[in-house]
């Protein structure tokens, strides 16, 4: 069945960095644009970064453009979300999500190609 699971998040100070993982199985994970989202508690959930299925072409929020950069290895099926200068406004529930990209938007796939979110804390 298809599986993403994320890992990397934990506690770090403002200015510091983490390195996401999102591990994916079950799919042919070299067919989809994946995506990071991340919701914070009483926030709307926010499409933070997305990659096109050969990693061809990136797309950031404007909140966390050239802080946040975005890659994957079709040949290990996972996909990364390298945080850079984090802030505490980055504090949230990083979730992957395998979907499609087309003509500039990304749609996200159902709820089977979610992963379960790795939390990130960003404080002093």
């Known amino acids: 069945q298809v599986q993403l699971v994320e890992s990397g998040g934990g506690l770090v100070q403002p200015g510091g960095s983490l390195r996401l993982s999102c591990a994916a199985s079950?799919?042919?994970?070299?067919?989809?644009?994946m995506s990071w989202y991340r919701q914070a508690p009483g926030k709307e959930r926010e499409l933070v970064a997305t990659?096109?299925?050969?990693?061809?072409?990136?797309k950031y929020a404007d909140s966390v453009k050239g802080r946040f950069t975005i890659s994957r290895d079709n040949a290990k099926n996972t996909m990364y979300l390298q945080m850079n200068s984090l802030k505490p406004e980055d504090t949230a529930v990083y979730h992957c999500?395998?979907?499609?990209?087309?003509?500039?938007?990304?749609?996200?796939?159902?709820?089977?190609?979610w992963g379960q979110g790795t939390q990130v804390t960003v404080s002093s």
């Open positions: 999500n395998a979907g499609t990209y087309l003509r500039g938007s990304y749609y996200p796939g159902g709820s089977d190609y």
């Open positions: 079950g799919f042919t994970f070299s067919s989809y644009a």
């Open positions: 990659i096109t299925s050969v990693g061809g072409r990136t």
